[in-house]
Nanobody
Framework: QVQLVESGGGLVQPGGSLRLSCAAS????????MSWYRQAPGKQRELVAA???????NYADSVKGRFTISRDNAKNTVYLQMNSLKPEDTAVYYC?????????WGQGTQVTVSS
């Protein structure tokens, strides 16, 4: 069973930082492209960052230069380091695994950026 469990969300002030973690199990993590998506109220779920099996990365323009996605295959964990956070980064952040033609999702972790 594919399982993705996000953690690390919370309340942070503008300009602050958070690191999200996604613990993965139930599939071959090391060969799977992993992604972070986010969904704010009233908006579509959007891709934030992705990392391939070879550690090639891709970022949404809105987070480029501020966020860094990484993976630790030994720990079956993907991370999202978020710096210089802005109020518009407020959303539920979801971990995604593209495995055997399907997308699998975690339950999400809330990130709130507010003064």
């Amino acid at each position: 069973q594919v399982q993705l469990v996000e953690s690390g969300g919370g309340l942070v002030q503008p300009g602050g930082s958070l690191r999200l973690s996604c613990a993965a199990s139930g599939f071959r993590f090391s060969i799977t492209t992993m992604s972070w998506y986010r969904q704010a109220p009233g908006k579509q779920r959007e891709l934030v960052a992705a990392i391939t099996r070879g550690s090639s990365t891709n970022y949404a323009d809105s987070v480029k230069g501020r966020f860094t996605i990484s993976r630790d295959n030994a720990k079956n964990t993907v991370y999202l380091q978020m710096n210089s956070l802005k109020p518009e980064d407020t959303a539920v952040y979801y971990c995604n695994a593209a495995w055997l033609g399907n997308n699998y999702w975690g339950q999400g972790t809330q990130v709130t950026v507010s003064s």
